[in-house]
């Protein structure tokens, strides 16, 4: 499959995974959109992407602005919804605030994103979500971070049945040291690093490690 000509739109692209997917597929003759919330990012984005790329400041979890940012495209081929907030330790916190922006973000986020996204998408078009390793192997304090994954794995089956023949996956990438895991205490980001080493039988970590050029791999 070509991308050439298509549109790509990468939300919480500003960085790491979705930085390097925008990289791929406009490497590929895709017109990419990124979207993320650090405007710092967003520019550093712009110059390796290129000019010709545009860079869109957007909250996911605001569903306002990306039904806004859809609007104005005037189609869209494929959505990648990369979103997700570290919520480690916190259990079942009493302050129930704390624990909501990883539902509205990761579950939340990824509704906006295929509601509206996929009102621009012609027949043939993608939605891929990311979910996390989570979903099937909990992390002790990420009760609601882990539902979050698991809501936006169920969500994608749904609508690839509603939404077909749009295609609509979730991969699940494993860690991958990227900007995120800067959002964890060092002790923790450690701890993921460590607990991922026996999972990647080619090299023994399943952690990517992070490089000034973004992979795909």
């Not at 790491?16 to 520019?43: F, H, M, N, P, Y």
Request: one cysteine or more; glycine letters at 8%; charged letters at 20%.
């Amino acid at each position: 499959m070509s991308l050439a000509h298509s549109t790509v739109v990468v939300l919480r692209g500003s960085s790491g995974i979705g930085l390097a997917t925008a990289k791929a597929a406009k490497a590929e003759g895709a017109r990419v959109v990124v979207t993320g919330r650090s405007t710092d990012r967003l520019k550093s984005a712009r110059t390796l992407l290129g000019a010709d790329a545009r860079t869109v400041a957007l909250d996911v979890a605001d569903e306002t602005g990306t039904r806004a940012l859809f609007q104005e495209l005037d189609r869209v081929d494929h959505v990648f919804i990369t979103a997700g907030i570290v919520v480690l330790d916190s259990g079942l916190a009493p302050d129930s605030a704390s624990l909501r922006p990883a539902l509205d973000t990761r579950f939340w986020g990824a509704f906006a994103a295929a509601k509206y996204g996929a009102a621009r998408m012609r027949e043939g078009g993608s939605i891929t979500f990311m979910s996390g390793t989570t979903a099937r192997r909990p992390l002790k304090g990420a009760a609601v971070a882990t539902a979050s994954c698991g809501a936006v794995e169920a969500f994608a089956r749904a609508l690839a049945v509603d939404l077909a023949p749009i295609r609509v996956n979730t991969i699940q990438p494993g860690y991958v040291d990227t900007p995120m895991l800067d959002s964890c205490s060092e002790k923790r980001a450690m701890q993921l690093r460590r607990r991922s080493e026996p999972t990647c039988p080619s090299s023994g970590s399943a952690v990517q490690r992070r490089s000034p050029t973004p992979s795909c791999s």
